[in-house]
């Protein structure tokens, strides 16, 4: 089984709808991250997680919120979805040495 | 502000050969750098991490130099493989007050033909 899982892998949603993004990791780690990748820009940082009571905004979180459920859940919102919100998603979890990324969610919004 | 480059230039090479790929940045002084490796559509994945008082760092056909004076590292592909085709992200550790989190490069694409 997968290390760092994503749900759902792939969302099709209309401007203005909320949307939840899923991560579990079955890694044990206490820090856990979302990006989001768009082509030419490259990997950043919407949010940062060193635990349950740690949640830190990272460059881009404006328009998503995040809620650590568990040491092993983190979960990436989008309030109300708008098209320039459609991106590749990762969640990824971390030691002091390597990231160990999710599969990514592919989501579009219209 | 910091700054990561890497060549947004997709690397051709013929099968057999060295792959040389190059990150460059500004603005900063990383204690490691790391990096990866990304296929299209899927997470990267972690490939070496060089300390900054490591020159140079090897794994099987992979090579990896950090030259903190010239803020650069090279990243060597030998015996290159069209399953080496990829993308591959350099990152570097931040400073101390933001969590750990790794600004990413934008990557270099790869394409190792037969």
């Known amino acids: 089984d997968a290390d760092v899982t994503q749900t759902p892998r792939n969302r099709i949603t209309k401007t203005g709808k909320r949307i939840m993004l899923e991560c579990s990791q079955t890694?044990?780690?206490?820090?856990m991250y979302w990006y989001r990748q768009d082509p030419g820009l490259g990997l950043r940082l919407i949010y940062y997680s060193f635990d349950v009571k740690d949640i830190n905004k990272g460059e881009i979180s404006d328009g998503y919120s995040v809620s650590r459920q568990a040491q092993a859940k983190f979960s990436l919102s989008l309030e109300s979805a708008i098209p320039n919100q459609t991106a590749l998603y990762f969640c990824?979890?971390?030691?002091?040495?390597?990231?160990?990324f999710g599969p990514g969610t592919r989501l579009t919004v219209l | 502000s910091q700054k990561i480059e890497q060549n947004s230039e997709a690397l051709n090479i013929q099968e057999g050969k060295t792959a040389t790929l190059t990150c460059n940045y500004t603005?900063?002084?990383?204690?490691?750098l790391q990096w990866y490796r990304q296929d299209p559509g899927r997470g990267p994945v972690f490939l070496l991490l060089i300390r900054e008082n490591e020159k140079e760092k090897r794994k099987e056909r992979l090579k990896v130099t950090f030259d903190t004076t010239l803020k650069q590292s090279l990243f060597h592909i030998t015996a290159s493989q069209p399953a080496d085709s990829a993308t591959y992200l350099c990152?570097?550790?931040?400073?101390?007050?933001?969590?750990?989190?790794?600004?990413f490069g934008k990557g270099t694409s790869l394409l190792v033909t037969p």
């Open positions: 890694k044990g780690h206490d820090r």
């Open positions: 990152a570097l550790d931040p400073p101390s007050n933001s969590g750990y989190a790794l600004n």
């Open positions: 603005n900063y002084s990383p204690a490691y």
């Open positions: 990824a979890t971390a030691t002091f040495d390597e990231q160990f």
